[in-house]
């Protein structure tokens, strides 16, 4: 019956923040990031309850240690693909300053 009901307020809290108006609210929408971290809270704070009624302190830690490890992941990944398009557009910005200073040149 406790893990019936841990799911039951996971599933209704992921429902209700898939519907809460984030960009009324915050003024834009959610980045991916914040809204996966919202996701797992949705449901790692009914776990951790749970597991704490049931005295699971190592099961408290792994999952949440698994959770902010995967979560960093997440974030670095972000940040890599930032700074690929980032350095893809100086390099696209140098070349187009070269042909312009070529052509230039030539007339």
Not at 20 to 38: D, F, H, M, N, Q
Not at 53 to 67: H, K, P, S
Not at 86 to 94: D, G, K, N, S, Y
Request: net charge negative; hydrophobic share 55%.
């Amino acid at each position: 019956m406790e893990i019936a009901l841990t799911a039951f307020v996971a599933a209704l809290t992921v429902a209700l923040e898939h519907y809460i108006p984030w960009r009324k609210i915050t003024g834009k929408e959610l980045s991916r990031p914040v809204a996966y971290a919202l996701g797992v809270l949705a449901m790692f704070i009914p776990l951790t309850i749970l597991f704490l009624v049931n005295r699971e302190a190592d099961t408290i830690l792994a999952l949440w240690v698994v959770a902010a490890a995967s979560g960093l992941a997440v974030v670095a990944c972000y940040g890599v693909d930032r700074f690929t398009e980032l350095h893809l557009r100086v390099q696209e910005a140098i070349e187009q300053e070269e042909q312009l200073r070529r052509q230039t040149d030539e007339g």
